[in-house]
Nanobody, 115 residues
Framework: QVQLVESGGDLVQPGGSLRLSCAAS????????INWYRQAPGKQREWVAS???????STADSVKGRFTISRDDAKNTVYLQMSSLKPEDTAVYYC?????????WGQGTQVTVST
């Protein structure tokens, strides 16, 4: 059974940093593309970053240069390192993968950027 469990969300001041974790079970994170999405209140869920099985990464223009996605194969975990956080980064962040024509989502972790 595929499970994705996010953690690391918190309240942080503008300009601060956070690292989110996505622990995978039932699949090999290194063998599948893992994605981060986020959903702010009243807005649609939007793609943030991806890491492929090849370790190739990509990030949305809105976070480019501030967010970095990475993977620890030994821990079967994908990370989202976020820096220079802005109030508009406030959202619930979700981990996602797409396997055999089905999307799998974690429960999400709340990131709030505020003074």
């Amino acid at each position: 059974q595929v499970q994705l469990v996010e953690s690391g969300g918190d309240l942080v001041q503008p300009g601060g940093s956070l690292r989110l974790s996505c622990a995978a079970s039932g699949i090999s994170a290194s063998g599948n593309a893992i994605n981060w999405y986020r959903q702010a209140p009243g807005k649609q869920r939007e793609w943030v970053a991806s890491i492929l099985s090849s370790s190739s990464t990509s990030t949305a223009d809105s976070v480019k240069g501030r967010f970095t996605i990475s993977r620890d194969d030994a821990k079967n975990t994908v990370y989202l390192q976020m820096s220079s956080l802005k109030p508009e980064d406030t959202a619930v962040y979700y981990c996602n993968t797409f396997i055999r024509f089905r999307h799998y989502w974690g429960q999400g972790t709340q990131v709030t950027v505020s003074t």
